[in-house]
């Protein structure tokens, strides 16, 4: 169930120090909203549970959408934040905080120009593929594509920007006042140690509940056979807090699956590959599903199948466009990846029906000739066919993290269950609600970091001025 997370009221608590902004979580949100605010020349305090800031957002590939960023420009990109607010919220079937959705579009390419601009990261923007529900070219990552060079980008941004650090410590406790405000929080050290650092604003920037096993078997039942695959220290404390506030909150079922986390090895194998026109196929070498749906609701797809796991099948071609990823060159050198030159032979190697697999691929030959649509709906049309030689990888479904949480305002302010916002209370990434709808299919590549980067850094510019000026806000 929730955390024991609590919040103790009262105007007045005993307080080591007070700093003018707190932030609870050292991952993209919490590391943006801190950069924000030290642009707005305020003192900033980030409080992390673990030795170093890493999170959720170290273990991802760290892409990033944003709609006119000038290196979309640079690239000659046609985008615009009406488009990418239309793809966002077509993935998600319009069940979306409309509001919300637009303000993250427009501000998507702020984020992403100022991130490199001003703070010095190293983003380019992603050639070579798409992601299902992007209109257009409009990731940006770091050379590696790895969250973990993000996040170590991050991490020197907020060293130069002055940022202030206390890591090894939990928040366990919100001070609240009678009027709503926050006026402090109870950390927890390793060693049982307590103290109170008293704040003019606070972010809550520590994700949702991916890493509190209860809770996920409680609100997302569908997900009992997943791996997870996520950061532990998500318990869902933002959702305790909320809830013994009386926030609004939404969304509390919707998560980012991946149906392509090499089975035994826990490296995710990523969807272009597939988008590319690479299949997935069960112990019969059949086909399930429109895999180029979403790699987050085939999760739930690939756990329905014999042994919850799948083949990712494709070849050389899809194999080149992968290699740009750390993370599959980690999965060659781990050995996961497997090579043949029929798909006979590859099935063989990966234990499943031969001739299943080779129905299957004359199948996706016949698709690519016709451009129809398949049983399942997924066109082939414009992708080379599959040749030899093959390559499969034995795949699960996984749970990345939690979209649902607290609902926020325009700049991340949560909001009570009469809409109006708490007064120096503000949310942002996955301790917020996304912008994915209710389940997992709504799930479009790059929502986790863009509501992580962008109301981080939304959240920290209002905060900043809210702690500056407590009356007026
Ligand atoms: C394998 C993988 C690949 C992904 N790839 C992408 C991608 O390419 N693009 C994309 O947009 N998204 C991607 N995602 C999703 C993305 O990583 C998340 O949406 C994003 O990192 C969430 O950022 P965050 O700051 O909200 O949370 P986190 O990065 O998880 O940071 C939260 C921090 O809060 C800390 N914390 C929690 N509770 C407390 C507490 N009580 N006190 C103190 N500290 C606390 C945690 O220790 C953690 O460090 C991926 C996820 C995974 C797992």
């Known amino acids: 169930m ?9 105007n007045q608590v005993d307080a080591a120090i007070t700093v003018p902004v707190v932030i609870v979580g050292g991952g993209a949100t919490g590391l943006c909203a801190a950069l924000a605010v030290r642009d707005a020349g305020v003192d900033v305090l980030v409080i992390e549970r673990d030795r170093q800031p890493m999170g959720t957002t170290a273990m991802s590939t760290g892409l990033i959408p944003a709609a006119g960023s000038t290196l979309q420009h640079a690239a000659g990109v046609a985008d615009s934040a009406d488009l990418f607010a239309r793809d966002i ?7 979306v905080d409309q509001a919300l959705v637009q303000r993250l579009a427009e501000e998507s390419a702020a984020t992403i120009d100022w991130l490199v601009e001003r703070h010095g990261v190293a983003l380019s923007l992603v050639d070579g593929f798409i992601y299902p529900g992007h209109s257009v070219l409009r990731m940006h990552g770091m050379p590696g594509r790895s969250g973990g060079e993000f996040m170590g980008a991050l991490a020197n941004a907020c060293a130069a920007a002055g940022v202030d650090m206390l890591t090894d410590s939990v928040v366990d406790t919100l001070h609240v006042s ?23 604003a606070l972010i809550l920037a520590c994700c949702g509940f991916a890493g509190n096993q209860a809770m996920v078997r409680d609100l997302i039942p569908e997900l009992e056979h997943a791996t997870f695959h996520g950061h532990p220290g998500n318990k869902g404390d933002a959702i305790a807090w909320g809830q013994a506030l009386g926030a609004a909150m939404a969304d509390l079922a919707a998560y980012q699956g991946h149906a392509g986390l090499a089975a035994g090895h826990g490296i995710p194998i990523l969807w272009p590959l597939i988008t590319e026109g690479g299949i997935q196929v069960n112990r019969a070498g059949q086909r399930f599903a429109n895999e180029a749906a979403g790699y987050s609701e085939q999760a739930v797809e690939v756990l329905r199948q014999e042994g919850h796991v799948a083949w990712s099948v494709y070849d050389a071609a899809r194999h080149r466009i992968m290699l740009q990823f750390d993370d599959y060159q980690q999965a060659l050198s781990a050995g996961c990846i497997l090579t043949a ?43 080379a066919p599959l040749t030899a030689p093959f390559h499969a990888v034995k795949v699960t479904g996984a749970l990345f993290h939690t979209q649902g949480g607290l609902e926020v305002d325009g700049d991340a302010r949560v909001l009570d269950g009469q809409r109006r916002p708490f007064p120096n209370l503000y949310a ?3 301790a917020a609600r ?13 929502n986790g970091l863009l509501t992580a980067t962008t109301l981080g850094r939304l959240a920290g510019r209002h905060a900043a001025l809210s702690a500056a000026h407590p009356d007026e806000r």
């Open 434 to 446: 996304g912008i994915s709808g209710p389940g997992a299919d709504g799930y479009m590549a790059g």
């Open 2 to 10: 929730v955390p024991a997370a609590r919040v103790v009221r009262g």
């Open 341 to 383: 030159d029929s798909p006979e032979a590859l099935a063989a190697l990966a234990g499943i029906d031969a001739a299943g697999l080779a129905a299957t691929i004359a199948e996706t030959h016949a698709l690519v000739a016709s451009g129809a649509p398949d049983r399942f709906g997924r066109s082939f049309a414009g992708k």
């Open 428 to 430: 942002g990434g996955g």
């Open 178 to 200: 009678h009027e709503n405000r926050v006026i402090a929080v109870g950390i927890v050290h390793p060693d049982g140690a307590r103290e109170v650092i008293g704040c003019g």
């Open 89 to 95: 919220a077509t993935k998600a079937k319009h069940k």
